[in-house]
């Protein structure tokens, strides 16, 4: 009788929970049974195991072996167990010391020739492997992304029998940071810039919209006629954010990982652009499957989510984005699990004035009725509208503002250091982005004087505001009160925020 026990790592949500692969060999007809909830791709993995240990030139034991996969309660899936059943089966079987298991995760998918191939969600594994205090072994094919987790202790082997002979004392097992070589290196260049701002021709209200969305992490809503820069100023937002700090690309990252589009390291610490069609369905946009994945806007968590053409949406996936935008975190409940993904995402959408684009262009071309912009309008719900700080109305810009040899604007060098000197104002104040104020931080950080107040209050009868939408004045105003310098808001940082709230529907 032999028993062998192998440290793993499953899939849960950007979590990576332990596993406990327990390999008993008995007495009895010779037979391979896994148990403990795994999924269609862990029971075959037997027959994977099998022929990848005969590959590399071991014995498998023509004996009754049990496998389970503990706890037994969580679900298993992929092919990310097959290194440590392989493992578990050889030590159980005395083939390698079960003692040089201690202490160390094992991940990996086995071809039948024994070649480890890369499983997702390494990066979420490694961070949990050096919680634990563990050393992580991983496929060669994953070592760029599990170097970008640099205080983990993580190893990379390309083959069941390389990892054997590493485990053995016969080769060392080179660092995932040495088998990376210059992928490693990479994530730590620059990442491509985003477009930058002097680009954007004219439109000197919406470049100020979008520099106080930056500097507070305020969502926008651009509403104008086609060809007038909204797209244009949505992709300049991420050049125009702060480099994401070391937890935040880890969690980024991490997000990235597990999405079975795999992590590009190449981008890492840049901040990420979403910016799915219209088309996309409700899954699309909040995640979903068996097992669930994070959907876009998990994917653009740190970063930036634009919806273009938003009344084209379907009213299902709008309704997605009302949770998380006020919570940062999106739950994904399918039948026997669930998963939650971070979802702290800036929005910026656009739309047109009315169904054809032109509502209020000085061309008069625009021949929508009103009931016609009424029901284009209706498509979008009170309450999401509600939860956007920031809505702006634009207009197409004349001829000669287009000109090539106009002036230039200015670029996004200066607007971001205005944004990263307001940021760190906030962070002085320790209540984070004004955008995430609280009631707490909203009573310390956002008083009024009382003909602010007063002001405040008129234009919420006037303007028919809810008390969410009156917090979201105060917010935007403090934000426009950092980036003026100011320690208080004064009443032009207030007129200034309240003109971002009036109706994009009555402006048109």
């Known amino acids: 009788m032999g028993l062998a026990l192998v440290h793993s790592r499953a899939r849960a949500g950007v979590a990576a929970p332990a596993v406990q692969v327990e390999v008993h060999l008995s007495g009895g007809l010779p037979c391979t049974q896994i148990v ?6 862990v029971r075959e993995s037997r027959d994977r195991v099998r022929a990848a240990i005969l590959c590399a ?56 020739t024994g070649e480890l191939r890369p499983v997702d969600g390494i990066l979420p594994a490694v961070l949990a492997a050096a919680r634990a205090g563990r050393r992580l072994v991983v496929p060669a094919a994953s070592a760029a992304e599990a170097a970008l987790a640099r205080e983990a202790e993580a190893y990379a082997a390309r083959t069941l029998l390389e990892t054997c002979a590493g485990l053995g004392g016969q080769a060392r097992l080179p660092s995932v940071g040495e088998a990376s070589g210059e992928a490693a290196a990479e994530t730590l260049r620059p990442a491509p810039a985003p477009p930058d701002l002097a680009a954007v021709r004219g439109q000197l209200q919406a470049r100020r919209a979008l520099e106080i969305a930056a500097a507070g992490g305020h969502h ?116 026997g699990r669930s998963a939650e993904f971070p979802a702290r995402f800036q929005l910026v959408a656009a739309l047109n004035p009315c169904p054809c684009g032109f509502a209020g262009d000085p061309s008069a071309r625009c021949r929508c009725t009103p009931d016609m912009v009424a029901r284009y309008w209706g498509r979008l719900s009170g309450p999401l509208l509600d939860r956007i700080d920031l809505h702006l109305s634009m ?5 000669a503002q287009l000109r090539a040899d106009a002036p230039p604007s200015e670029s996004s060098v200066g607007v971001r250091a205005r944004v990263e000197a307001a940021r760190a104002r906030q962070e002085a104040r320790g209540s984070g982005l004004n955008a995430r104020l609280d009631a707490t931080g909203l009573a310390a950080c956002c008083r009024l004087a009382d003909a602010e107040q007063a002001l405040l209050e008129q234009a919420a009868e006037r303007l028919q505001l809810t008390a969410r939408s009156m917090h979201r004045v105060l917010r935007v105003a403090r934000t426009i009160a950092d980036l003026d310098g100011s320690e208080g808001i004064g009443r032009p940082h207030l007129a200034e925020a309240l003109g971002y709230r009036a109706p994009l529907l009555l402006r048109d």
């Open 395 to 399: 207009a197409r810009l004349p001829p």
């Open 57 to 112: 030139q071991f014995e498998y034991p023509q004996r009754r072996i049990t496998i389970n996969l503990a706890p037994a309660d969580l679900p298993k899936d992929g092919g990310r167990f097959d290194l440590p059943i392989a493992l578990g089966i050889l030590a159980a079987s005395g083939q390698i010391d079960r003692d040089a298991l201690a202490g160390c995760e094992f991940l990996g998918e086995l071809g039948l």
């Open 36 to 41: 403990g909830l795994p999924a269609a791709a």
């Open 220 to 335: 926008l809503l651009m509403s104008g006629p086609p060809g007038c820069g909204k797209t244009l100023l949505a992709s300049c937002l991420p050049g125009l954010l702060p480099e994401a700090s070391e937890a935040e690309a880890l969690e980024t990252a991490a997000v990235h990982s597990i999405s079975g589009q795999g992590l590009d390291p190449s981008r890492w610490r840049q901040r990420p652009l979403r910016a799915p069609h219209h088309g996309a369905s409700p899954v699309a946009l909040a995640g979903g499957g068996s097992p669930p994945r994070p959907g876009e806007i998990s994917l653009a968590h740190n970063g930036v989510l634009f919806l273009d053409e938003l009344p084209e949406w379907s009213r299902a996936a709008l309704e997605v984005l009302r949770e998380p935008l006020e919570s940062g975190r999106i739950t994904i409940s399918r039948a």
